[in-house]
């Protein structure tokens, strides 16, 4: 382990990892609003808003699975570190962290089971880039017209069909995250 | 404060509760399973609100605690003050004015708005449970959409009593998928439950659920197309305020049947009475509240 994997946690863990999971309350709750995180310094090419997740919501309890891009020594290091999450393969995995095509196919994640469809995967998707700018949402938390900048829209809408089952995910982008659950219905372009 | 974690509760137990939230959030209606911990306050006091609260809570929030609307009964004054003590918030008794809401079965009368939390304490979470006391059962009810059963029951009240006789707790479909539970607050409160602009989340402690309705979702009352949903309350306007369209509690004054009815949302009596409004048997506010 290298000692740089050793700094760019919480400095104060529970006031620092309370504000970051009111933000991802509120992304996950509002699909199509975004929101600024702080605190973390993961190191590259993982974001800080990525970090801050994985630090305000992995433990040793919960399975992470590292796409391609994000599978670097410096970051098992870190996550190891910081959270001691077991990394796994996508199938065993209760969040996932990438970039969109290293995560594909996203069938692999787990979508809970029909009795309990919260048995499932977060995942964490790193963008190049993340506006409101992109296709319609609807759904649960979002009032009237939303939209947001996607990595794809087929696999959202395959994922809306297997609701109450499904993955969920948060789209993160240098500090800020941007939440999806599988309750949003992904509209035409 | 500084003899304990923020809010109370460790962070591995926060993080936990919150995984479980935000299944919640995902999943509007479904009960999540947590591990619920033990608090210091017996159950039924609202553990399960209190362990949501603790996982929500941010230094910058003012808080608000109600009981039955009542922000100076026992339970919500002992809430209030756990978490002045633990987590050095701000609180408030006003409605508008709280960014986290804790209640035991009521939702303020003031609308709730963007931004804000309402947490409910939740006793029993699972609206099958009386009917089927199985859990593998009622579990696979929800799975399979089999609500049937929910339906009998308020048919039986109207067999029974010409009208549904449920009043409080009453179920509401969510997002057309889930039945659930809106804690034990009276059915005049369903209507808030749809569409609101806040954040609502249930919390049962002891039976170890946690669900949410994220905002701006659909919650609609179960009834019959010849027996609507109605939303009751007593027939008559508040004795302190006047206000006409508040939720009523009817309160005995003396031994010879007298009685008055009084808006169970004090802060809400409290700003109308301050603003002018005098009921029956009300004085003109004087400030010396």
């Not at chain 2, 619920?36 to 399960?48: C, F, K």
């Not at chain 2, 609500?147 to 449920?166: M, N, P, S, W």
């Not at chain 2, 479909?173 to 609101?196: H, Q, T, W």
């Not at chain 2, 949410?212 to 305020?241: G, I, M, R, Y």
């Amino acid at each position: 382990m290298t000692p740089e994997a050793l700094s760019g946690g919480f400095r104060d863990a529970s006031i620092q990892s309370a504000r970051a999971f009111r933000a991802a309350l509120e992304a996950m709750a509002r699909p199509g609003t975004i929101w600024q995180v702080e605190g973390a310094a993961p190191p590259a090419p993982m974001s800080v808003a990525s970090g801050v997740l994985i630090l305000t919501l992995c433990d040793g309890t919960t399975p992470l699975h590292l796409g391609a891009s994000m599978d670097l020594p410096m970051i098992r290091d870190w996550i190891t570190f910081h959270t001691g999450a077991p990394l796994v393969a996508a199938e065993a995995a209760r969040f996932a962290l990438g970039h969109w095509q290293d995560l594909m196919p996203v069938n692999r994640f787990a979508i809970g089971t029909p009795d309990y469809p919260d048995r499932s995967a977060t995942l964490i998707v790193e963008m190049p880039d993340l506006s409101t700018a992109g296709p319609q949402l609807s759904g649960p938390g979002i009032k009237g017209n939303a939209s947001l900048s996607f990595p794809e829209v087929a696999a959202f809408r395959a994922n809306r069909r297997h609701f109450p089952q499904g993955f969920d995910t948060y789209l993160t982008c240098d500090t800020r995250l941007a939440g999806l659950p599988r309750s949003t219905i992904v509209e035409d372009v | 404060m500084n003899d304990y974690n923020f809010a109370y509760l460790d962070e591995q137990t926060k993080r936990m509760i919150r995984r479980a939230i935000l299944k919640g959030i995902a999943i509007p209606g479904y009960q999540v399973p947590f591990a619920s911990r033990e608090m210091p306050m017996p159950y039924g006091w609202g553990t399960g609100g209190v362990q949501v609260t603790a996982a929500c809570l941010v230094p910058e929030d003012r808080l608000k605690v109600i009981d039955q609307g009542a922000d100076d009964t026992t339970n919500a004054v002992s809430i209030r003050r756990f978490f002045q003590r633990t987590a050095g918030v701000a609180v408030t008794e006003a409605t508008a004015e709280a960014t986290v809401i804790q209640t035991r079965h009521r939702i303020p009368e003031t609308p709730l708005s963007e931004g804000q939390i309402l947490v409910y304490q939740v006793p029993i979470p699972e609206p099958l449970r009386f009917l089927e006391p199985r859990e593998t059962e009622t579990r696979k009810m929800h799975e399979l959409e089999e609500y049937g059963l929910i339906h009998v029951k308020l048919y039986e009240d109207i067999a029974r009593h010409g009208q549904i006789a449920t009043s409080y707790a009453y179920p509401v479909k969510v997002e057309g998928r889930y039945v659930m539970d809106p804690s034990p607050i009276p059915k005049f409160d369903n209507p808030k439950l749809a569409d609101n602009p806040a954040i609502q989340l249930f919390g049962a402690g002891r039976e170890q659920r946690i669900y949410a309705l994220p905002p701006h979702t659909s919650a609609v009352s179960l009834d019959f197309e010849d027996h609507p949903f109605v939303a009751s309350k007593a027939d008559h306007a508040c004795d302190l305020c006047a206000a006409e369209a508040s939720y009523l509690d009817e309160v005995i004054t003396d031994d010879q049947g007298s009685r008055m009815f009084v808006c169970s949302d004090t802060d809400f009596c409290q700003s109308r009475r301050a603003a002018g409004h005098v009921g029956r048997l009300g004085h003109p506010a004087t400030g010396d509240q």
